[in-house]
Nanobody
Framework: QEQLAEAGGGLVRPGGSLRLSCVVS????????MGWYRQAPGKERELVAR???????EYADSVKGRFTISRDDANATAYLQMNSLKPEDTADYYC????????????WGQGTQVTVSS
């Protein structure tokens, strides 16, 4: 069964750092894309960052220069290094692994909470 598990969330002070990780299991092929999304209370889920198999990455404007997404395809893992965290980064963070080629899949994790507060 395809599963995805996130870890690394927590409480951090403004200006601090956290590293989120996401491990995919139950798949037989490398995801075309792995991404991080977040949803703050009362707001819609939004893209934070995505990383494609050919090395291209994209980021939300609000996190450019502060967050870095990376992949370790040998271990079906993605990371999100978050630096210079701000209170507005507070949200539940979700990892996604997708593949548009056969075999197709679109897998979401349960989320990990990040709270930035003094």
């Amino acid at each position: 069964q395809e599963q995805l598990a996130e870890a690394g969330g927590g409480l951090v002070r403004p200006g601090g750092s956290l590293r989120l990780s996401c491990v995919v299991s139950g798949i037989s092929s490398t995801p075309d894309v792995m991404g991080w999304y977040r949803q703050a209370p009362g707001k819609e889920r939004e893209l934070v960052a995505r990383a494609y198999t050919y090395g291209w990455t994209e980021y939300a404007d609000s996190v450019k220069g502060r967050f870095t997404i990376s992949r370790d395809d040998a271990n079906a893992t993605a990371y999100l290094q978050m630096n210079s965290l701000k209170p507005e980064d507070t949200a539940d963070y979700y990892c996604n692994a997708g593949r548009i080629r056969v075999p197709r899949f679109d897998i979401w994790g349960q989320g990990t909470q990040v709270t930035v507060s003094s």
